[in-house]
């Protein structure tokens, strides 16, 4: 991630996704923050390939 626009490209894939409340990424970190809708469950694999998805990006599941 190279700037702002790339979090909220980011941020716009990970919001698409049937469960998803909203997302935010924060550029200077590479890190998103996931909240899903109350109930909801949406499988790791899913929010890795939606970032993926969104460009030229890489993603795992932070420890």
Same mark, same amino acid.
């Given at each position: 991630?190279? /700037?702002?626009? /790339?979090?909220?490209?980011?941020? $716009?894939?990970?919001? $698409?996704?049937?469960?998803?409340?909203?997302?935010?990424?924060?550029?200077?970190?590479?890190?998103?923050?996931?909240?899903?809708?109350?109930?909801?469950?949406?499988?790791?694999?899913?929010?890795?390939? *939606?970032?993926?998805? *969104?460009? $030229?990006?890489? *993603?795992?599941?932070?420890?």
């Amino acid at each position: 991630m190279h /700037c702002t626009s /790339c979090g909220l490209l980011i941020d $716009d894939e990970l919001e $698409d996704l049937p469960g998803v409340r909203s997302a935010s990424t924060d550029t200077r970190t590479g890190r998103s923050i996931v909240r899903l809708e109350e109930g909801a469950h949406v499988d790791s694999a899913t929010l890795v390939a *939606a970032v993926e998805g *969104a460009g $030229d990006y890489t *993603a795992r599941l932070a420890d």
